[in-house]
């Protein structure tokens, strides 16, 4: 069964440092997503991405954060300047379609900036 | 504004034993409706969902969830649990926007086996 994948697992950082996070959609996915949870919260929303562009971010998603989709399989997530706030699990998910599709979710990056 | 609310946080029950997990959303219009469950390690599984039409929903290892509109409620429930059942069980509404949905979660229920 197809699924998606994240890497790394675990990332450790140090405040200020840039960090990226990779996904694997599924293949004939169209609709990308990251989501995180920090330790003992809910699952944010962050960003969608459809057709090569954000379709929308929460307020959480400031100009610290980007997303890309470099080639036709990866997706990433850049954190510019790590802050310790951004310590968390970072979900990515895809979807095949939009208004009934359903999300996929990855196994999930945790970010820990020290 | 959309929200989820799952009042319990962790439950224990009984292998063999019946289970209902308690999901409240807040959606003004009809809403999209799922049910995740996350084990420890991996990502979040899909288990059941929502769109239209009956209100009982059947999903994968057993689960089952019914939608009561009036009660603006999601319940998750299982007939007879299995100890590989133990997980967080989180619940999510789909806020359709611009052709995709976002999703809004609960806060999730940690669900603990007894043999």
């Known amino acids: 069964e197809p699924e998606v994948t994240q890497t790394p697992s675990h990332q450790v950082t140090q405040m200020g440092q840039e960090v990226i996070l990779r996904c694997v959609p599924i293949?004939?996915?169209?609709?990308f997503y990251w989501y995180r949870q920090i330790l003992g919260q809910k699952v944010e929303f962050l960003v969608s991405f459809y057709n090569n562009e954000i379709s929308e971010k929460s307020e959480i998603f400031d100009d610290q954060f980007s997303v890309e989709r470099p080639d036709g399989s990866n997706f990433t997530l850049k954190i510019r300047s790590t802050k310790l706030e951004d310590s968390a699990m970072y979900f990515c998910?895809?979807?095949?379609?939009?208004?009934?599709?359903?999300?996929?979710f990855g196994p999930g990056t945790r970010l820990t900036v020290t | 504004a959309q929200s989820v609310t799952q009042p319990d946080i962790h439950i224990t029950v009984s292998e063999g034993a019946s289970l209902e997990l308690r999901c409240n959303y807040s959606?003004?219009?009809?809403?999209?409706l799922f049910w995740y469950v996350q084990s420890p390690g991996q990502g979040l599984q899909l288990l059941l969902k929502y769109f239209s039409g009956d209100t009982l929903v059947q999903g994968i290892k057993g689960f089952e969830a019914e939608f009561k509109r009036s009660q603006s409620s999601f319940n998750l429930r299982k007939p007879s649990v299995h100890w590989s059942d133990a997980a967080e069980y989180f619940c999510a509404v789909g806020r359709f926007s611009g052709g995709y949905n976002k999703l809004i979660f609960g806060a999730g229920t940690r669900l603990a086996v007894h043999p």
């Open positions: 959606y003004g219009a009809t809403p999209y």
């Open positions: 293949s004939n996915h169209l609709y």
């Open positions: 998910a895809s979807s095949e379609r939009g208004p009934r599709g359903e999300q996929y």
